[in-house]
């Protein structure tokens, strides 16, 4: 027996529906052979990553199913950058907190807090106390003679309640042993000058101009 030939869906549903053909075993298996040949096989494209991403998130159906894969980064702020001046004498000088009140002037007599450490962070004197907390503020001629140098060039210029940190030099530190600020207590005073040959870092902050 020839098996039938199929030429539309139409034929092929009537044909499916025919009682002849459920009982006709070689004609079921002549419709699969001829399917077959009927039927193109299926081809998987591989679609580009970019084109697919860009429906997945912009398209307006998946924005609202996935409100997350379409929603707007945050805006990143840039950190707050603390800029640093390099003065001739290579005093290099940080504005943590600029003051509001009077400013300093080269001759001033000021009153100010500070911390004195090794460029390393090690810890040589301060007017205040590590465990208390408590501060005895020290009084400063802006006077090269009376002050070492790069401190005076810190304070110079500085408004009432501005703190800086700066980095001093050797050549611009205690150059003699006569130069303020110098602690009154002999370890602190040792400490100071056994380290007055290597940079020292001053973090100081103006309370008063007097």
């Given at each position: 027996m020839e098996a039938p030939t199929f030429h539309s869906p139409i034929?092929?549903?009537n044909a499916f529906k025919s009682p002849s053909f459920m009982n006709n075993e070689q004609s079921k298996i002549a419709l699969l052979r001829n399917l077959g040949h009927?039927?193109?096989a299926l081809i998987v494209k591989k679609v580009p990553r970019r084109p697919l991403l860009q429906f997945v998130v912009f398209n307006p159906i998946f924005l609202n199913v996935y409100p997350v894969l379409g929603a707007p980064m945050p805006e990143m702020k840039e950190p707050e950058v603390i800029r640093t001046q390099k003065l001739a004498s290579g005093v290099r000088i940080q504005d943590i907190i600029e003051g509001e009140g009077p400013e300093a002037h080269e001759g001033s007599l000021v009153e100010v807090n500070y911390v004195c450490r090794r460029s390393n962070g090690?810890?040589?004197?301060?007017t205040i106390d590590q465990f208390s907390g408590e501060s005895s503020p020290v009084i400063l001629p802006l006077d090269e003679n009376q002050i070492i140098k790069g401190l005076k060039e810190v304070l110079v210029g500085m408004k009432v309640g501005g703190k800086r940190r700066a980095l001093i030099p050797p050549s611009a530190g205690y150059t003699?042993?006569?130069?303020?600020?110098?602690?009154?207590e002999f370890g602190p005073r040792r400490s100071l000058f056994s380290h007055a040959n290597e940079p020292l870092v001053f973090e100081v902050q103006l309370l008063k101009v007097l």
């Open positions: 034929q092929l549903s009927r039927l193109p090690y810890f040589v004197h301060s003699n042993e006569n130069l303020q600020p110098i602690p009154d």
